[in-house]
């Protein structure tokens, strides 16, 4: 997303241009029930000035500018945000610009404890903030600051098993643990066996992978939906009955048709009706969403929700980028399927007609939809560098990029009603 400037100082030899725009990812932080509990906000300053650690209390002074500017609550759905605070941060007293009700100020592992920076701490819990050690490890120098953390954040992968189990058996009791870097659901299993409360990765993007013969009759259903509505020629009575098998999908048709949207004289009754008012493209595109919502009402928030900004992000960037007549709205939608259903990608589109270039992208290969699609999981984690490149690649600036992914944030949440 891109905004401009306030006037919260910049600091000496390194200032911020009025209209440097700013960009901002963010990774979700779930409960041990997959429910998103807050979010952490990734952000680089400038286009030409890419973050790497040069500059850090410039780059969270710019976090904390977006953060003001567009609301914490859009950034992160109402819920929480971890802001990554340095030493200047925490002494200029920035975080108190932020409601404490949504801040988290998280202490990166690069602050040096002393008198100063606990006073900064307890300044701030006291007037209602949560305190969170990033990056906490055995024999942490940041020790002193663990009477005061409500949250401590310790690298799953990094940390051996029998440390993981040794800081969780010794700060457990007073404060909530929180394992970053969680990757596979066996690892999410393995963290909250530990005691873990809070888990940061992407290990809800993937699928368990279950064999078909496990699968529920509703997921089927669900890809046999997908199936139908990506043939090369809708066949109109097939997508009837499988709209009139699966009770939900077939209010939602009736409800969208007959919501103030369409301006309709009369109410609609009939599937058949709805489907020949909707036409063959609305049908598709409708069909592809409420299946994906449908289909993942008992999967975290977080994965729907990552879907549908993909789909949205796909579509604009191919606008942008004049990426010819692929589905890329559907590649996106597609991306997280197999997380939602539990089905092996290459299973998926065995199954489902898509363009080859859309369908290469999908499964990791090359072609012309790649780009955008690797642009789209750039952006998604922040990391800057590849985005750069890719938009580059793909002919558009990094302004549009950060644009349109803002705007793909606001459509998905309009969507899911977040």
Known sequence: MTVQSSTLPTGEGN???????????????????????????????????QFKGVDPENASRSVLDSSLLMGLDMLCDGRRAFINCTRGVLLNDYMSLLPPRQAI?????????????VAACRSLKNAGYLVALDDFVANDPRTALTGLADIIKVDFRLTAPRH???????????????????????????AKKLGFVYFQGYFFCKPEMLPASQLSPNRVNHLRMLQAASRPELNQREIEELVKSEPSICYRLLRYLNSSLFGLSGEIH??????????????????????????????????????LVRARFCELLGATSRQGD??????????????????PMAEIMKNISLDPECKAALLGKAGSSAAVYQLV???????????????KQLHVTESEVADEHWQAMQWARQMTGA
């Open 164 to 190: 993981l189990a040794g800081i969780v058996e010794r700060y457990g009791k007073r404060s909530q643990m929180l394992a970053e870097k969680v990757e596979t659901q066996e690892e999410f299993r393995a």
């Open 377 to 391: 999981l750039a952006q998604e984690i922040g990391h800057w560098p590849r985005v750069a490149e890719l938009a």
């Open 15 to 49: 200032p911020c241009p009025p209209s440097a725009p700013r960009f901002v990812a963010r990774q979700p932080i779930l409960k041990t029930d997959e429910r998103v509990f807050a979010y952490e906000l990734l952000f680089r300053d400038g286009i030409e000035n």
């Open 326 to 343: 692929s589905d890329l709205f559907l590649m996106g939608l597609l991306s997280l399927m197999d997380a939602i259903l539990d089905i």
């Open 270 to 307: 009939s599937v058949r009706q709805a489907l020949v008012l909707l036409g063959e493209r609305e049908t598709r595109r409708w069909l592809h969403l409420v299946v994906t919502l449908a289909a993942g009402q008992n999967r975290t928030s977080a994965l729907i929700l990552a879907a």
């Open 105 to 117: 100020v998280e202490i990166l592992e690069t602050i040096t404890v002393d008198d100063d920076v």
